[in-house]
């Protein structure tokens, strides 16, 4: 399961992915014991899931307008994609789910709305400009939205489903702007996102509404975010919360050096405080849109605060330089960030009581095309490396690893007989020199994917 980075006894999260320490030692003790099998007639079988959708049968499906390549050149990329809803009335959404179309370099995506003809003319301007599909747009959608966080996804975040009355407004003739971020690779990858919209079985009474502290919020200010090498650097954000709101969601956002977030609320005197989330240990490459099991109520006049630390030391072994260098804010992964994103809606008594839907223990994620995943970890330094990939019918696989020269290092599957469904192996490290490696998935049935790998320590 993918890593659970926030400290579940901070704050409670939905969908925590976490293990106790009764479950710990259970797995153990199995193990100790040679991982007997458990009683046939206990298996529940396979789960039955819709296809293409975590939640359900979404109303409406919408895509991209047509693929976009993403060049081998091991660059960041952020894409603007203008895709019209064609509601042709007001339509009121209660869930948004993103179906990332390219596991390798879809690193995250936004999606923004505006129902605004001049906004939505600027957009359709920049797309025709720009001789790829969509438009290049480095941190924000490059014209203001009226909703800036319509919908988001993340690696291991399942989708937000608002509960009854509370979702969005999509008007007539509105636009989505979905912003993909596609992360470095050593060669060309193709992305088709698509977009499932849900709609709201009760009226929408109350709007989601997304708050943004950035380091405008900094106590020194946008000019105070600055990391020098060689030292571990703490900043305070604070942002007054003018209105009650109830809190659906939060995101904390950093890059490479991210160390450790903390986010809570507290009063003006001090006296209360309530805990928002807390990540110890950030991971990059596990970010998340965490969303609390009942909304939490932030009364009026209350401060929100957060800590974001950073390593910029030679110690941080995902720090992008070497020897370390003074670090300022940017949209590459290799420059760094100070950004929280929260949703909510103007608070109404008993919103306390309101249970956010949790996502179902049984369902699995269905690929419409053959997949291949992210490599764990990486960077690697020493041992072995897991790769994962997702089969759409039995086929026979090659699996190989690639130097940037094209020159194959390692073969690591050759004409092995796969069935359909995802499949997870372990290959080792040992004796690579450090650097940055292709591995390539081929199948007999026409399937190319690659996805980059960092060594390290070698």
Same mark, same amino acid.
């Given at each position: 399961?993918?890593?659970?980075?926030?400290?579940?006894?901070?704050?409670?999260?939905?969908?925590?992915?976490?293990?106790?320490?009764?479950?710990?030692?259970?797995?153990?003790?199995?193990?100790?014991?040679?991982?007997?099998?458990?009683?046939?007639?206990?298996?529940?079988?396979?789960?039955?899931?819709?296809?293409?959708?975590?939640?359900?049968?979404?109303?409406?499906?919408?895509?991209?307008?047509?693929?976009?390549?993403?060049?081998?050149?091991?660059?960041? $990329?952020?894409?603007?994609?203008?895709?019209?809803?064609?509601?042709?009335?007001?339509?009121?959404?209660?869930?948004?789910?993103?179906?990332?179309?390219?596991?390798?370099?879809?690193?995250?995506?936004?999606?923004?709305?505006?129902?605004?003809?001049?906004?939505?003319?600027?957009?359709?301007?920049?797309?025709?400009?720009?001789?790829?599909?969509?438009?290049?747009?480095?941190?924000?959608?490059?014209?203001?939205?009226?909703?800036?966080?319509?919908?988001?996804?993340?690696?291991?975040?399942?989708?937000?489903?608002?509960?009854?009355?509370?979702?969005?407004?999509?008007?007539?003739?509105?636009?989505?702007?979905?912003?993909?971020?596609?992360?470095?690779?050593?060669?060309?990858?193709?992305?088709?996102?698509?977009?499932?919209?849900?709609?709201?079985?009760?009226?929408?009474?109350?709007?989601?509404?997304?708050?943004?502290?950035?380091?405008?919020?900094?106590?020194?200010?946008?000019?105070?975010?600055?990391?020098?090498?060689? $030292?571990?650097?703490?900043?305070?954000?604070?942002?007054?919360?003018?209105?009650?709101?109830?809190?659906?969601?939060?995101?904390?956002?950093?890059?490479?050096?991210?160390?450790?977030?903390?986010?809570?609320?507290?009063?003006?005197?001090?006296?209360?405080?309530?805990?928002?989330?807390?990540?110890?240990?950030?991971?990059?490459?596990?970010?998340?849109?965490?969303?609390?099991?009942?909304?939490?109520?932030?009364?009026?006049?209350?401060?929100?605060?957060?800590?974001?630390?950073?390593?910029?030391?030679?110690?941080?072994?995902?720090?992008?330089?070497?020897?370390?260098?003074?670090?300022?804010?940017?949209?590459?992964?290799?420059?760094?960030?100070?950004?929280?994103?929260?949703?909510?809606?103007?608070?109404?008594?008993?919103?306390?009581?309101?249970?956010?839907?949790?996502?179902?223990?049984?369902?699995?994620?269905?690929?419409?095309?053959?997949?291949?995943?992210?490599?764990?970890?990486?960077?690697?330094?020493?041992?072995?490396?897991?790769?994962?990939?997702?089969?759409?019918?039995?086929?026979?696989?090659?699996?190989?690893?690639?130097?940037?020269?094209?020159?194959?290092?390692?073969?690591?599957?050759?004409?092995?007989?796969?069935?359909?469904?995802?499949?997870?192996?372990?290959?080792?490290?040992?004796?690579?020199?450090?650097?940055?490696?292709?591995?390539?998935?081929?199948?007999?049935?026409?399937?190319?994917?690659?996805?980059?790998?960092?060594?390290?320590?070698?």
């Amino acid at each position: 399961m993918p890593p659970w980075t926030p400290d579940h006894n901070y704050s409670s999260l939905r969908g925590e992915r976490f293990l106790t320490d009764d479950q710990k030692a259970l797995i153990s003790a199995w193990v100790e014991q040679g991982m007997p099998e458990g009683d046939p007639a206990n298996n529940p079988g396979l789960p039955d899931f819709p296809e293409g959708s975590q939640i359900g049968e979404p109303d409406l499906v919408l895509s991209m307008p047509e693929p976009f390549t993403h060049l081998g050149n091991m660059q960041d $990329q952020y894409q603007v994609f203008v895709i019209p809803t064609g509601f042709t009335e007001p339509t009121e959404i209660a869930a948004v789910e993103i179906r990332p179309g390219n596991s390798a370099v879809d690193h995250h995506a936004l999606i923004g709305y505006t129902d605004n003809p001049s906004v939505i003319a600027q957009a359709q301007s920049m797309d025709a400009a720009d001789p790829n599909p969509g438009y290049e747009s480095f941190g924000d959608y490059g014209v203001d939205v009226e909703q800036f966080l319509f919908g988001g996804w993340v690696p291991g975040t399942p989708p937000l489903e608002f509960p009854p009355t509370i979702g969005h407004v999509a008007e007539p003739g509105s636009h989505l702007l979905l912003q993909m971020h596609y992360g470095p690779s050593a060669v060309e990858q193709v992305d088709q996102t698509e977009i499932n919209l849900f709609f709201a079985q009760e009226p929408i009474q109350r709007e989601v509404e997304t708050y943004i502290m950035n380091p405008a919020h900094l106590d020194g200010g946008w000019g105070s975010f600055i990391i020098p090498p060689n $030292q571990v650097t703490t900043f305070h954000g604070s942002m007054p919360i003018g209105q009650d709101m109830s809190l659906i969601s939060i995101t904390p956002h950093c890059h490479l050096l991210g160390k450790a977030w903390e986010v809570f609320a507290r009063s003006p005197d001090a006296q209360d405080t309530i805990p928002l989330i807390s990540i110890p240990d950030w991971d990059f490459n596990w970010q998340g849109i965490f969303t609390y099991p009942q909304m939490v109520h932030l009364p009026a006049g209350y401060i929100l605060e957060a800590y974001s630390t950073y390593d910029n030391t030679a110690e941080n072994p995902f720090n992008p330089n070497d020897p370390p260098e003074t670090m300022f804010w940017g949209d590459f992964t290799t420059e760094e960030m100070f950004v929280l994103f929260l949703q909510g809606v103007p608070y109404e008594e008993g919103d306390e009581d309101i249970v956010l839907s949790a996502p179902d223990p049984n369902t699995m994620v269905v690929y419409q095309h053959d997949n291949l995943f992210p490599a764990w970890p990486n960077p690697v330094a020493r041992g072995e490396v897991k790769v994962g990939f997702h089969l759409r019918q039995a086929a026979e696989v090659n699996l190989s690893l690639f130097d940037l020269q094209g020159r194959e290092v390692r073969t690591w599957l050759a004409q092995s007989s796969m069935p359909a469904g995802r499949h997870l192996e372990s290959f080792s490290i040992e004796g690579l020199t450090s650097g940055t490696y292709v591995y390539q998935l081929r199948t007999s049935t026409g399937t190319v994917r690659s996805a980059q790998l960092q060594v390290l320590g070698q």
